[in-house]
């Protein structure tokens, strides 16, 4: 059976009990009490062999009371796959329980990964051996089983009973390598390991903590004023077609692939190297520099992450790194837009002869989206949750010395500042790094036209904007 499938029949049945109860409770006018957790998925032992000329490649999905996930990475070629995988969630009621699902990847579309078995666990404190069971009837028996470590601690968050189940860590990334898209843009891309231009056909995701706390209800949605976004969004048979090419290339770019690079940012101090050049095949030690050039980016409301991809000319590395194609048709988004990178004072008084980690380094942040036109009055939140998650003074929630990150600066499209900022950054580009002007994003204003709307924060009222979440509570 299909993972669409699975999900779609776990919807009437998952942790049905523990809902119920839930829900009894809170009608009877009964406090539940909420924890902080912490999962460590540790790995596995006595997978069945899925492949028949190999091994088993294999992950989880992990879901409590259908309110928040955690897939992992693809241990690949293994029976015994050790992930050593975290996930911190906060304000989650004691009451819940967990499903996790394990599969074999099968490389292509997720829909078909064939699964493994699953097993329910209880947010019990303490080292647990789980055992895997099929789903079907004929396979009833034991699929090997899951060793967890879960630790718990009650919630201290003012506003916990506001943001349940919130997500707090480990900030993961994945990047993935389209090949297709290299072939497609350059006839055949060379082998990414040596590539200059690798990162052009990579896409990146990172997980972000804290991110409903920040941005509240406030989502953007789709522009309507906006012809390219009503092709995409609109309800004839054209943009249904449209929405299922874009969304099939979604899958593509951003498949849950066995070899897609993968890491974590909480054991170390963030830079924004390690931020652009995250997942990178280069030899460890090699000197990767900042690249000057331009990312389109969104923060997904579907599932709190942000995602990006180098933006060039090239067609489908245009087509890539669209909004559209970021959100997988999302009818609505957290935020939209570029960002650039660039050191402290500008490109235009950069010099090759410094190394980039004597330099301070800025991430510039727009809202240059047409088909979502996000309200500029948000880019001070943008600015707040990428800091809270990147920038200085970053918190470390595993130790309180680590102190890294990157400032971040917001300006609107419309911003003189912004179209300076981005024109140092391609003339540093095509002038020192010799990068060819095919390869550099066009100007940020040619070809867009961005109707403003005024009324995307009327319709949740001023208190959302003028009374956030005192941040303090978070760490």
């Known amino acids: 059976m299909s993972t669409k499938a699975l999900k779609k029949q776990n919807r009437s049945t998952k942790n049905l009990e523990d809902v119920l109860l839930t829900a009894k409770l809170e009608d009877m006018g009964v406090e539940i009490p909420l924890v902080d957790v912490e999962i460590q998925f540790i790995g596995a032992l006595g997978l069945p062999k899925m492949d028949i000329f190999g091994s088993t490649d294999a992950y989880f999905v992990a879901t409590i009371d259908d309110h928040t996930s955690f897939v992992s990475h693809v241990a690949r070629n293994s029976l015994a796959p050790v992930w050593n995988e975290v996930w911190r969630v906060k304000n989650v009621p004691v009451t819940a329980s967990m499903v996790v699902e ?158 897609n690079a993968y890491g974590i940012l909480d054991e170390q101090a963030v830079t924004l190297t390690s931020i652009l050049n995250a997942g990178s095949t280069i030899p460890k030690g090699s000197n990767e520099r900042i690249k000057p050039a331009v990312y389109t980016y969104v923060i997904s409301s579907e599932d709190n992450t942000l995602r990006f991809s180098e933006t060039g000319t090239a067609f489908c590395i245009d087509f890539a790194s669209k909004h559209a194609l970021q959100s997988n048709c999302a009818q609505h988004v957290w935020y939209a837009g570029e960002f650039h990178p660039r050191p ?49 003074g ?75 979440v005192n941040f303090g509570t978070l760490q």
């Open 102 to 259: 394990i599969f074999h990847k099968v490389e292509g579309s997720r829909a078909t990964d064939t699964v493994i078995g699953k097993f329910r666990s209880r947010l019990v404190p303490g080292t647990k051996e789980v055992k895997i069971k099929g789903r079907h009837l004929s396979l009833r028996k034991s699929r090997g089983a899951c060793w967890l470590k879960i630790d718990s601690e009650p919630s201290i968050m003012l506003q916990k009973h506001e943001f349940k189940y919130l997500f707090d860590g480990p900030i993961r990334f994945t990047r993935h390598f389209s090949p297709m898209v290299g072939y497609l843009t350059s006839g055949r891309p060379t082998d990414p390991s040596s590539s200059k231009d690798a990162r052009l056909y990579s896409t990146w995701k990172f997980s972000l903590k804290g991110v409903p706390t920040f941005f509240r209800d406030v989502h953007q949605s789709w522009n309507t004023n906006y012809s390219a976004a009503q092709k995409i969004f609109g309800h004839g048979a054209a943009s249904h077609a449209i929405r299922g090419i874009t969304q099939a290339g979604h899958r593509m770019l951003y498949a849950h692939s066995g070899s």
């Open 344 to 392: 402290v004072g500008g490109w235009e008084n950069f010099s090759d002869e410094v190394g980039d980690e004597v330099v301070e380094w800025e991430l510039v942040v727009d809202n240059n989206s047409g088909t979502y036109a996000p309200d500029e009055r948000m880019l001070p939140t943008v600015r707040e949750c990428l800091e809270y998650n990147f920038g200085l």
């Open 394 to 468: 970053r918190h470390s929630t595993t130790s309180s010395n680590i102190r890294g990150g990157f400032r971040v600066v917001a300006y609107d499209r419309e911003d003189e500042r912004l179209v300076q900022s981005w024109e140092a950054c391609r003339r540093y580009a095509v002038n020192v790094r010799g990068t060819a002007s095919t390869k550099v994003s066009t100007s940020s204003r040619s070809g867009l036209t961005v109707v403003k709307r005024r009324d995307s924060l009327d319709s949740v009222g001023q208190e959302s904007v003028d009374g956030p």
